[in-house]
Nanobody, 111 residues
Framework: QVHLVESGGGLVQPGGSLRLSCAAS????????IYWYRQTPGNERELVAL???????EYVRSVKGRFSLSRDNAKNTIFLQMNNLKPEDTAVYYC?????WGQGTHVTVSA
């Protein structure tokens, strides 16, 4: 069993930065990929980025060049660094291992 916990959300002005964390516990050695999704009210969750256990990353076009993923394997934690945030980045952000979801962390980008 894997347990995922996101943190790091908050309120930030446009152009600002936040770093989200996804801490994994349990059978973490079984996780090949960690996905970050986001969801706004009334919409489905959309994929934002992913990182493999080998460190390869992929980003959707809307965040490419602004968001970056990294991982601390010793702490079983994935980081999503979000720079130059825009109001349209406002959402609840979730990490996902293909089977389990965290509880989400709220990101609000507003002046």
């Amino acid at each position: 069993q894997v347990h995922l916990v996101e943190s790091g959300g908050g309120l930030v002005q446009p152009g600002g930065s936040l770093r989200l964390s996804c801490a994994a516990s349990g059978d973490t050695f079984k996780i090949p990929v960690i996905y970050w999704y986001r969801q706004t009210p009334g919409n489905e969750r959309e994929l934002v980025a992913l990182i493999s256990n080998l460190g390869s990353t992929e980003y959707v076009r809307s965040v490419k060049g602004r968001f970056s993923l990294s991982r601390d394997n010793a702490k079983n934690t994935i980081f999503l660094q979000m720079n130059n945030l825009k109001p349209e980045d406002t959402a609840v952000y979730y990490c996902h291992d293909g089977q389990h979801w965290g509880q989400g962390t709220h990101v609000t980008v507003s002046a």
